[in-house]
C-alpha cells in the first residue's frame, strides 16, 4: 500500500525531518533517510524551532548510528511524542530504536520493522579485546535504552541472531510482545 505521502525515490544523505499531514493522523513531523552522526542535534534543532512539540512523528528510514538512534528516541519520549509506522514505510537496523522512543508506537501491518547485529569499525591496530570491550559496551547501552523506553529487552535477540548484511522482519505478534507497537494499525 502506498504511504499517503510522498516520498522521494531516492534516500537522502542523513535524516531529513518535515511537517506533513496524511490525512487521518493529522500533522506529523517525518523523520525520513539514513540516520548519521550529527542527526540527534539537527533533530533538536529542528524540534527548537517548532511552535510546539509535535505529537506524532512518522518513520521512514534504512537505519544508521546507533548511537544517534538512541539519543533521537530519547528525545521523542522527552516530548512526549508518539512513533508511528505509515502503511508502506520501513524502520530498519537502528531505525527501530527511534521507534522505541514514542509514548505510543503505533505500527501500520502494512510497513515494515527489521533489525540485525550492530555495525562495529574494524579494530586495526587496535587489541581484538578493545575491539569486544566497545561492541559489548554498546550493547549495553542499547540493553539500557530498551529497558528505559519499557521495551523487552529479548527483543536484542532479533539483532543479535542476524548478521549484519541481512534483516530480520518482526512480526505482529514480535512487535506486540516486544511492546515495540504499542497497537497494530490495519
Known amino acids: 500500500m502506498p504511504p499517503g505521502i510522498e516520498l522521494p525515490n531516492d534516500l537522502p544523505p542523513q535524516l531529513e525531518f518535515k511537517l506533513i ?10 523523520i525520513h533517510g539514513p540516520v548519521e552522526s ?24 534504512p537505519g544508521g548510528v546507533v548511537s544517534e538512534a538512541l ?19 520501513a524502520c530498519f537496523s537502528a531505525c527501530p530504536y527511534i521507534l522505541a522512543g514514542g509514548a505510543k508506537r503505533l505500527v501500520s501491518a502494512a510497513s515494515a520493522v527489521g533489525m540485525h547485529q550492530h555495525y562495529y569499525e574494524e579494530p586495526g591496530f587496535l587489541p581484538v579485546f578493545f ?25 536484542m535477540i532479533y539483532s543479535l541472531n542476524t548478521p549484519p548484511d541481512e ?3 518482526l ?16
Do not use: W
Request: overall charge negative; proline content about 4%.
Open 71 to 89: 539519543k533521537i528516541g530519547r528525545r521523542v519520549r522527552e516530548i512526549g511524542g508518539d512513533t508511528i509506522m505509515l502503511p508502506g514505510t
Open 38 to 61: 550529527g542527526d540527534s542535534q539537527r533533530f533538536s534543532n529542528f524540534l527548537a524551532g517548532m511552535e510546539k512539540s509535535p505529537s506524532k512523528l512518522a518513520l521512514n528510514s
Open 167 to 169: 534483516i530480520y522482519l
Open 131 to 155: 575491539a569486544v570491550e566497545n561492541i559489548q559496551r554498546g550493547q549495553g547501552q542499547t540493553l539500557e535504552y530498551l529497558i528505559e523506553m519499557d521495551i523487552d529487552p529479548r527483543l
Open 21 to 30: 499531514n496524511p490525512g487521518e493522523h493529522g500533522e506529523i513531523v517525518l
Open 171 to 186: 512480526e505482529r505478534e514480535e512487535l506486540l510482545e516486544s511492546r515495540l507497537a504499542t497497537e497494530i494499525l490495519d
